[in-house]
């Protein structure tokens, strides 16, 4: 894959079966979401989509859920096993912060699995601080725990 910069931009309805293809690669089934919980993920008014775009195709997706609260939350950050490493995730959390900012959310929440040290070290870097741990975040596997992090705006 090359390493151009990825453009971030909103998703559109072309872009579901790509996403859907990412997202299969890049996370184990038991967490991954299923295509009823993608659909309405896409579908849903106040679910912010983005996408990560280069010349190869989509190589990023992130969604934040946002409404009526100042809260919001990712809901998933994901980039293609061949394009990390190369601030593709970065790139996709800076733009969901800016828009959440815009549309005056003024906390952003996630809730990461404790094993994940790739995703905790992302967080981490570009300020989330872990706020407490969840148990029986992950009923599906055998480690349930889960970190639940957040980042004022
Ligand atoms: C976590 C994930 C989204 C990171 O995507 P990425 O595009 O590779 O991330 P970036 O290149 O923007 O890296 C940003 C930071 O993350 C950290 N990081 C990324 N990959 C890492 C790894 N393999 N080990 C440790 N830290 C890592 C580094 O601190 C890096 O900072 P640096 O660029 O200053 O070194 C990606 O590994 C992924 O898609 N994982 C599977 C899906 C997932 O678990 N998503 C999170 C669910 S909560």
């Known amino acids: 894959m090359s390493s151009a910069d990825p453009e971030i931009r909103s998703l559109t309805p072309g872009d579901r079966e790509a996403v859907r293809q990412l997202h299969e690669a890049s996370f184990a089934d038991e967490v991954a979401f299923d295509d009823i919980v993608l659909d309405r993920v896409f579908r849903h008014w106040n679910t912010l989509n983005l996408v990560a775009e280069t010349e190869d195709g989509i190589v990023g997706f992130a969604a934040a859920l946002h409404g009526s609260r100042p809260k919001a939350r990712l809901l998933t950050i994901q980039t ?6 190369r601030g593709v995730a970065s790139a996709l959390l800076a733009e969901v ?3 959440l900012r815009a ?6 929440e996630l809730e990461v699995h404790v094993d994940n040290e790739p995703a905790i070290e992302l967080y981490e870097k570009r300020g989330f601080a872990i706020e407490r741990e969840d148990p029986a975040a992950y009923p599906s596997l055998d480690t ?6 957040h980042k004022q705006l």
């Open 97 to 99: 912060q800016r828009r």
């Open 103 to 108: 549309r005056k959310a003024d906390v952003l």
């Open 80 to 85: 293609h096993p061949e394009a990390r490493g």
């Open 144 to 149: 349930s725990a889960g970190y639940v992090m």
